[in-house]
C-alpha cells in the first residue's frame, strides 16, 4: 500500500515506518497493539475498517480493509442496457448523485459523438455546483464531527444541505438518488419557480459559510488537532495518483473544470484554491474555499442560463458503436470517470469505474504514520471518503 | 497574537447567536424550522416520487385502466421488480390488459424508468411514503387492484404534469384516430399488396432477414399523421415506434400479433437486456414467480 | 408482535387483560377523571416513548437517518433522543442500507450484543430484499435470513419521514406486546436473551444461507399455476 517511505514533517514524534523494532529500555518493556477500527465504527464513515498497529498510542503501521460494501455495481452495469445503470450510479456516491450522472452521462456521450443542448449544459453545471456544496459542506460537518465536536456544527451543515436538498427534490423528483441525467441532455426540464429559489438559496450560503468559519476556523482545538497533522507531499501525492481538493490541498494545480474544460466550464472565470503544506487543515479549508468558487459558478451560470430544449437528438435505443471510452468529470471528491468498453450491443462489454475515493485511500498509511491513533480518524476524515464508491 | 482560546469563543458566540435568535425570528424561511410529521405531514414537493401506481380514466377501476400489458416497463426495470402476467379471454387470445401487475417495493427503487419507458401513460410516481409494515412478503408486495389510482388522484399529487399527459394523451388519441381514418382508406389498397407480400415472407421464413420487412411496415406509418400534433411529436420520439401496433390490432390474426410483440420488444433494446436480469432475479428463493415468468411469456 | 386480542381468547381472564382497553376507550375515561392502568401499559408506554438507536451505517440509507436524526426532521420529537455509538446501550437496530456477505456477520454478531428488548428495523430496499442489487453476488438478499426484522421500511432511499413513520409503526408494535400474564408474547420475557448464530464463509458462501429460526424460504404462490397464469 506504501507508495514510498514519507517523511512526516512538522511533528515531534518522528518514528521510522519501517523496520520498527520494540524498544528496549532498562525495566520498561512495550509490545505492539494491534487494534481493528471498524467495521462498525462511529468515525470510519461507513463500514470501512482500519487495522492498526500501535506503539503505545502511535501508528506504526495502518492496513485499510474495505469491501464491505461492495454490491457488484460493475458486474450489474454489464448485465443492464445503459440506461438502465443510470439510477445505479446515483448510489456510487450517495452524496452527489448529480455528478455521478453528469460523469456517466458524458462517458455514454462521447461514445456516440452527442451534442448536448445549450441549456442542459448549463443545467448541469448548477446542479454539479450544489453538489459540490452538498458534498463539501457535510464533509467539513463529518470532519469536525470526527474530530469530537459532536451535533453542532453537523447539525448546521445538515441544515444547509436540507435546503439544497428540496432543490434536488423538486426538480428532479428525489432527495438523494436524483437519477436526473440522461445521454444527450436531462429527464425533465426545471419546474416553474425553481430558478428564484435557487437564487434565494445560494445567496443565502455565503453568510452560512461566513459563520460557519467564524464558528470553525479560528477553533483552536480544530487548528491544534489538524495542523501539520497528516501532511501529504505533492510528490507523493501525484505518484499516487491523488486527484481532487484533497491533492490540491497539496499545492498542485489541477483541477478538471480547468485542465479538461468538460461541459460549459471554460465560460465561468473561477479560481482552483491551494493548500499549501498539504495537512488537514490544508484539505479542510481548501474544501471552504471551493464552496465559495461553487457559488460564484452558480450565480454565474443562473444569470446565463438560456432558453432552448434540454435533450439533444438521443437515438431511441442506445447502441453505440464497438470502442472504448473514458469519460471523467471533476467531481466533488476527484476525478471521477466512467471507462466503456462497447461491443456494439445494448449492453456495455466492460464497465469501469474510477472512483476518487478509493484513490484518495491508497495513502492513508502514508498519511498516518507516526501520528496517535487518535489523529487517523481526523486524517480518514480529511480523505473524505464514502464506502459506496470506494468499494462499489 | 490573539488571546489563546479567543477563536472558541467566538465560535461559542455563534452557536449562542444561533440559539438565541430562534426565539426571535421564527417564521423565517432561511432557519428551516423542523418539520412537524405526522401532524403536518405536507413536505413533499409536487415532483416527489416514491413508488410507482398505476392510472385508470374514469370510474371503473379495472375497465378504465390504461395499462396494455405491454411488458415494456417489466422489461426495462433496472433491479426487475414489476412482474405481469396478460389476460386472456375465454378464447385464449391476449386482451390488452394485465391480469397480473405486481410491483415488488422491497426491490423498487423508484428510479422512474418504467414511467419514462412507457408509452401510454398507464404508470407514473406516486409521491406516498408511508408504507413501513410488519409483514414482509404479504403487505410489500403491491398487486393490480392495490396500485390502480385514479387519475383524479394523479392530478391531485402532480397536478402540472398530469395535465401534461392528459395533454399529450389527447394529442395521441387523436393522431390515433386520423390515423385510423387513413388506414381504412388504405387498407383496401394495401390488403392485397400485403397478402402477396406476407406469402413471399412466409416462403423465406426460415431465414432471419424475412422479420425484416414486416417490422418496418408500422413503423413507418405512425410518421405522417403525428406530425400534424407538434406535442405528440416531442414525446413521441422517445417512445417506441411499436406503441401503436397493439393498439390498433386488438383482435387480429395471432401471427400477426405475434409479430407485432416480436417488434416491440426488439425495437426497446429490450429483448437481450431483458432475459438475464430475470434469469439471475430467479435464483432468489423470494423470486420464484420470477423463474416461472420465464415460461408464462414466451 | 402479534396481535394479543388473538393470544388472550379463553375464559381465564388475567389482571392485564381486565384493563385491556383501547385507546379510544382510555383517552374517554381520562376525560372523566378516571385513570386506568395496567403495569403492561405503564410499562410499555414508557419503554416504547424511549427507543434509542443504535448508531450504525451501512450505505446509502445511513445518510438519510442521520437526516432524520437532524434538527429538521429530529427524531428526538419520538423519544429516540440519540444515537448510540455502542450496541450495549441501544434498543433498536436500524440496517440502514446493503447488508454484503462480508458484513452480515458483523451486523448479526451487533444484534447479539443489544440488550433486551431489541428491535430491528429493516430500512431501505437493500436491507429488506438486496433491493436493487439483489442480483449481485455479494449482496445479502435480506437482513430477515439472520435476525428477526420488525419494521419494515420500502424505499431506495426511504425519506426522512418514512423513518419517522416506522418508528411510530414500532412504537404500536411495542404497545402491543405483552409481558406480564399468561398471553405474554414479549419474545425478551419468553425468550430470554435472543442470540442467533453468527454465520461465517465457508467455501463460496454464507454458512448457513439463513437461519431457521427466523426465516423460511417463502411459500410458493398456492394459486400460480405452471404456466405461470394463475
Keep these: 500500500m506504501t507508495m514510498e517511505s514519507s517523511v512526516v514533517a512538522g511533528s515531534e514524534p518522528t518514528v521510522e515506518p519501517r523496520g520498527f523494532e520494540l524498544i528496549e529500555r532498562e525495566g520498561l518493556e512495550t509490545n505492539?497493539?494491534?487494534?481493528?477500527?471498524?467495521?462498525?465504527?462511529?468515525?470510519?464513515?461507513?463500514?470501512?475498517?482500519?487495522?492498526?498497529?500501535?506503539?503505545?498510542?502511535?501508528?506504526?503501521?495502518?492496513?485499510?480493509?474495505?469491501?464491505?460494501?461492495?454490491?457488484?455495481?460493475?458486474?450489474?452495469?454489464?448485465?443492464?442496457?445503459?440506461?438502465?445503470?443510470?439510477?445505479?450510479?446515483?448510489?456510487?456516491?450517495?452524496?452527489?448523485?448529480?455528478?455521478?450522472?453528469?460523469?456517466?452521462?458524458?462517458?455514454?456521450?462521447?461514445?456516440?459523438?452527442?451534442?448536448?443542448?445549450?441549456?442542459?449544459?448549463?443545467?448541469?453545471?448548477?446542479?454539479?455546483?450544489?453538489?459540490?456544496?452538498v458534498n463539501h459542506i457535510m464533509l467539513v460537518g463529518f470532519f469536525v464531527n470526527d474530530l469530537g465536536a459532536l451535533g453542532t456544527p453537523l447539525l448546521y451543515a445538515l441544515r444547509e444541505r436540507e435546503k439544497i436538498l428540496d432543490l434536488f427534490e423538486w426538480a428532479s423528483g428525489a432527495r438523494m438518488m436524483c437519477n436526473y441525467m440522461r445521454f444527450g441532455g436531462l429527464r425533465n426540464d426545471l419546474p416553474e419557480g425553481w430558478l428564484t429559489k435557487c437564487r434565494e438559496v445560494v445567496d443565502a450560503f455565503p453568510y452560512f459559510l461566513d459563520e460557519y468559519e467564524k464558528l470553525l476556523v479560528e477553533n483552536e482545538i480544530i487548528l491544534v488537532r489538524t495542523q501539520n497533522v497528516g501532511v501529504?507531499?505533492?510528490?507523493?501525492?501525484?505518484?499516487?495518483?491523488?486527484?481532487?481538493?484533497?491533492?490540491?490541498?497539496?499545492?498542485?494545480?489541477?483541477?478538471?473544470?480547468?485542465?479538461?474544460?468538460?461541459?460549459?466550464?471554460?465560460?465561468?472565470?473561477?479560481?482552483?484554491?491551494?493548500?499549501?503544506?498539504?495537512?488537514?487543515?490544508?484539505?479542510?479549508?481548501?474544501?471552504?474555499?471551493?464552496?465559495?468558487?461553487?457559488?460564484?459558478?452558480?450565480?454565474?451560470?443562473?444569470?446565463?442560463?438560456?432558453?432552448?430544449?434540454?435533450?439533444?437528438?438521443?437515438?431511441?435505443?442506445?447502441?453505440?458503436?464497438?470502442?472504448?471510452?473514458?469519460?471523467?468529470?471533476?467531481?466533488?471528491?476527484?476525478?471521477?470517470?466512467?471507462?466503456?468498453?462497447?461491443?456494439?450491443?445494448a449492453k456495455p462489454y466492460r464497465y469501469r469505474v474510477r472512483p476518487p475515493s478509493l484513490v484518495n485511500l491508497t495513502v492513508l498509511e502514508d498519511l498516518c504514520l507516526g501520528h496517535k491513533v487518535a489523529d487517523a480518524v481526523v486524517i480518514l476524515g480529511s480523505v473524505d471518503i464514502v464506502l459506496g464508491e470506494v468499494d462499489r | 497574537m490573539d488571546l489563546l482560546g479567543s477563536g472558541i469563543f467566538k465560535g461559542m458566540a455563534v452557536t449562542l447567536k444561533n440559539f438565541a435568535m430562534t426565539y426571535f425570528d421564527r417564521g423565517r424561511k432561511e432557519r428551516l424550522p423542523t418539520v412537524q410529521y405526522p401532524e403536518a405531514g405536507d413536505t413533499v414537493t409536487l415532483f416527489t416520487r416514491n413508488f410507482p401506481f398505476l392510472i385508470y380514466d374514469g370510474e371503473e377501476e379495472v375497465d378504465g385502466m390504461r395499462c396494455v400489458a405491454c411488458q415494456i416497463c417489466e422489461r426495462e426495470c433496472p433491479p426487475a421488480c414489476i412482474y405481469i402476467v396478460k389476460e386472456k379471454d375465454e378464447n385464449g387470445k391476449f386482451v390488452k390488459r394485465p391480469k397480473v401487475f405486481d410491483i415488488d417495493v422491497s426491490v423498487c427503487m423508484g428510479c422512474q424508468i418504467c414511467v419514462e419507458v412507457c408509452p401510454f401513460d398507464a404508470i407514473v410516481m406516486d409521491s406516498e411514503f408511508e408504507y413501513s409494515k410488519e409483514d414482509r412478503f404479504g403487505d410489500l408486495l403491491f398487486n393490480r387492484d392495490e396500485l390502480l389510482k385514479s387519475n383524479d388522484y394523479y392530478h391531485k399529487i402532480h397536478p402540472e404534469e398530469a395535465q401534461a399527459r392528459d395533454a399529450n394523451l389527447a394529442a395521441k388519441k387523436a393522431a390515433d384516430e386520423a390515423k385510423k381514418k387513413a388506414r381504412e382508406e388504405k387498407a383496401a389498397a394495401a390488403a392485397a399488396a400485403k397478402a402477396a407480400a406476407e406469402k413471399e415472407a412466409s416462403e423465406k421464413?426460415?431465414?432471419?432477414?424475412?422479420?425484416?420487412?414486416?417490422?418496418?411496415?408500422?413503423?413507418?406509418?405512425?410518421?405522417?399523421?403525428?406530425?400534424?400534433?407538434?406535442?405528440?411529436?416531442?414525446?413521441?420520439?422517445?417512445?417506441?415506434?411499436?406503441?401503436?401496433?397493439?393498439?390498433?390490432?386488438?383482435?387480429?390474426?395471432?401471427?400477426?400479433?405475434?409479430?407485432?410483440?416480436?417488434?416491440?420488444?426488439?425495437?426497446?433494446?429490450?429483448?437481450?437486456?431483458?432475459?438475464?436480469p430475470e434469469e439471475t432475479a430467479g435464483s432468489g428463493e423470494d423470486d420464484e414467480k420470477k423463474a416461472e415468468e420465464g415460461e408464462g411469456v414466451s | 408482535m402479534e396481535d394479543p386480542s388473538k393470544s388472550t381468547t379463553s375464559e381465564a381472564h388475567t389482571l392485564s387483560d381486565s384493563v385491556d382497553l383501547d385507546d379510544a376507550t382510555r383517552s374517554e375515561m381520562e376525560k372523566a377523571g378516571?385513570?386506568?392502568?395496567?403495569?403492561?401499559?405503564?410499562?410499555?408506554?414508557?419503554?416504547?416513548?424511549?427507543?434509542?438507536?443504535?448508531?450504525?451505517?451501512?450505505?446509502?440509507?445511513?445518510?438519510?437517518?442521520?437526516?432524520?436524526?437532524?434538527?429538521?426532521?429530529?427524531?428526538?420529537?419520538?423519544?429516540?433522543?440519540?444515537?448510540?455509538?455502542?450496541?450495549?446501550?441501544?434498543?433498536?437496530?436500524?440496517?440502514?442500507?446493503?447488508?454484503?456477505?462480508?458484513?452480515?456477520?458483523?451486523?448479526?454478531?451487533?444484534?447479539?450484543?443489544?440488550?433486551?428488548?431489541?428491535?430491528?428495523?429493516?430500512?431501505?430496499?437493500?436491507?429488506?430484499?438486496?433491493?436493487?442489487?439483489?442480483?449481485?453476488?455479494?449482496?445479502?438478499?435480506?437482513?430477515?435470513?439472520?435476525?428477526?426484522?420488525?419494521?419494515?421500511?420500502?424505499?431506495?432511499?426511504?425519506?426522512?419521514?418514512?423513518?419517522?413513520?416506522?418508528?411510530?409503526?414500532?412504537?404500536?408494535?411495542?404497545?402491543?406486546?405483552?409481558?406480564?400474564?399468561?398471553?405474554?408474547?414479549?419474545?425478551?420475557?419468553?425468550?430470554?436473551?435472543?442470540?442467533?448464530?453468527?454465520?461465517?464463509?465457508?467455501?463460496?458462501?454464507?454458512?448457513?444461507?439463513?437461519?431457521?429460526?427466523?426465516?423460511?424460504?417463502?411459500?410458493?404462490?398456492?394459486?400460480?399455476?405452471?404456466?405461470?397464469?394463475?
Design chain 3, 34 to 230: 378516571v385513570i386506568v392502568s395496567s403495569v403492561d401499559w405503564l410499562y410499555n408506554w414508557a419503554r416504547s416513548g424511549s427507543v434509542w438507536p443504535l448508531q450504525f451505517g451501512l450505505a446509502c440509507c445511513a445518510i438519510e437517518m442521520i437526516c432524520s436524526a437532524g434538527s429538521r426532521y429530529d427524531i428526538a420529537r419520538f423519544g429516540s433522543e440519540v444515537f448510540r455509538p455502542s450496541p450495549r446501550q441501544a434498543d433498536l437496530l436500524i440496517v440502514s442500507g446493503t447488508v454484503t456477505k462480508k458484513m452480515a456477520p458483523q451486523v448479526v454478531r451487533i444484534f447479539n450484543q443489544m440488550p433486551e428488548p431489541k428491535y430491528v428495523i429493516a430500512m431501505g430496499a437493500c436491507a429488506i430484499s438486496g433491493g436493487p442489487f439483489k442480483q449481485g453476488y455479494n449482496v445479502l438478499k435480506g437482513i430477515d435470513r439472520y435476525i428477526p426484522v420488525d419494521v419494515y421500511i420500502p424505499g431506495c432511499p426511504p425519506r426522512p419521514e418514512a423513518v419517522l413513520h416506522s418508528l411510530m409503526t414500532l412504537q404500536k408494535g411495542i404497545r402491543r406486546q405483552r409481558t406480564l400474564g399468561k398471553g405474554s408474547n414479549n419474545p425478551a420475557y419468553v425468550e430470554g436473551n435472543r442470540e442467533y448464530p453468527v454465520p461465517s464463509f465457508s467455501g463460496k458462501d454464507l454458512d448457513p444461507p439463513y437461519n431457521p429460526e427466523v426465516w423460511q424460504p417463502p411459500e410458493k404462490r398456492p394459486n400460480m399455476p405452471e404456466d405461470g397464469c394463475p
Design chain 1, 232 to 345: 501529504l507531499k505533492p510528490e507523493l501525492a501525484i505518484n499516487a495518483g491523488i486527484t481532487g481538493p484533497m491533492l490540491r490541498a497539496s499545492g498542485v494545480n489541477y483541477d478538471l473544470r480547468k485542465v479538461d474544460a468538460y461541459g460549459v466550464y471554460d465560460r465561468f472565470p473561477f479560481r482552483v484554491p491551494m493548500g499549501e503544506v498539504g495537512d488537514c487543515y490544508d484539505r479542510f479549508m481548501v474544501r471552504i474555499l471551493e464552496m465559495r468558487e461553487s457559488i460564484k459558478i452558480l450565480r454565474q451560470a443562473m444569470d446565463e442560463l438560456p432558453e432552448g430544449p434540454i435533450m439533444g437528438e438521443a437515438p431511441r435505443v442506445f447502441k453505440p458503436p464497438a470502442g472504448e471510452i473514458y469519460g471523467r468529470i471533476e467531481g466533488p471528491k476527484g476525478e471521477l470517470g466512467f471507462y466503456l468498453v462497447s461491443d456494439g450491443t
Design chain 1, 32 to 133: 505492539l497493539l494491534e487494534v481493528s477500527m471498524g467495521p462498525h465504527h462511529p468515525s470510519t464513515h461507513g463500514v470501512f475498517r482500519m487495522d492498526v498497529k500501535l506503539d503505545g498510542e502511535t501508528v506504526t503501521e495502518l492496513r485499510p480493509v474495505f469491501g464491505y460494501l461492495h454490491r457488484n455495481h460493475e458486474k450489474l452495469a454489464e448485465d443492464m442496457g445503459y440506461l438502465g445503470s443510470m439510477p445505479f450510479t446515483d448510489r456510487l456516491d450517495y452524496f452527489c448523485s448529480m455528478t455521478n450522472n453528469w460523469a456517466y452521462a458524458l462517458a455514454g456521450e462521447k461514445m456516440i459523438d452527442l451534442e448536448v443542448p445549450e441549456r442542459a449544459e448549463y443545467v448541469r453545471v448548477i446542479m454539479a455546483e450544489l453538489t459540490r456544496l
Design chain 2, 205 to 276: 421464413k426460415d431465414s432471419p432477414e424475412a422479420s425484416e420487412p414486416v417490422a418496418e411496415e408500422p413503423k413507418a406509418e405512425p410518421a405522417a399523421p403525428s406530425e400534424n400534433h407538434a406535442k405528440a411529436e416531442s414525446e413521441a420520439k422517445e417512445k417506441p415506434a411499436a406503441e401503436e401496433t397493439p393498439v390498433e390490432e386488438p383482435a387480429a390474426a395471432t401471427d400477426e400479433t405475434e409479430d407485432a410483440k416480436e417488434e416491440s420488444s426488439g425495437g426497446s433494446e429490450g429483448k437481450e437486456t431483458s432475459e438475464e
